[in-house]
């Protein structure tokens, strides 16, 4: 394990899908929710599907815990928000509710 996963665990109890070139972090919220929290691609390796594998395999475990729908965010005034959401939208993921700095989404898997 590594030393971000020993820490996001202890710290936020999620946990992490780790590959060479990203990993993806997520959390069970509720019964039927799993939280994909960060995601992260190095730039070399983007533009070639990884992320959405990422996803992919982030939704699959969510399955595996019995859950049903998965929830994502996009902060606006990160760098590149607006890749971020072209992104999370090609993926599937559907607008659920808007906050001040934080735009939240969710698709049904
Ligand atoms: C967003 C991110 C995870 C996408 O990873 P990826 O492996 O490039 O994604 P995929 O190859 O599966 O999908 C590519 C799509 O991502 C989007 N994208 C976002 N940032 C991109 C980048 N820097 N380069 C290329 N595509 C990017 C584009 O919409 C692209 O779609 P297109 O091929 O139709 O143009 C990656 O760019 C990244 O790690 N960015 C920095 C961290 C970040 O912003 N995380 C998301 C927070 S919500």
């Not at 999620?14 to 993806?24: H, M, P, R, S, T």
């Not at 190095?42 to 595996?64: M, T």
Request: include cysteine; charge should be neutral.
């Amino acid at each position: 394990m590594s030393l971000y996963a020993e820490y996001i665990k202890e710290h936020d109890d999620a946990d992490i899908i780790e590959w060479k070139n990203g990993y993806l972090t997520y959390k069970q919220i509720d019964v039927n929710t799993v939280y994909l929290m960060d995601i992260y691609v190095k730039p070399k390796a983007r533009g070639k599907d990884l992320g959405k594998k990422l996803l992919d395999e982030g939704a699959r475990r969510a399955k595996e815990l019995g859950c049903n729908q998965v929830l994502g965010s996009v902060i606006p005034s990160a760098n590149n928000s607006n890749l971020s959401m072209k992104f999370c939208l090609d993926w599937g993921y559907k607008l659920s509710v808007c906050e001040k700095d934080k735009i939240w989404l969710i698709k049904e898997i």
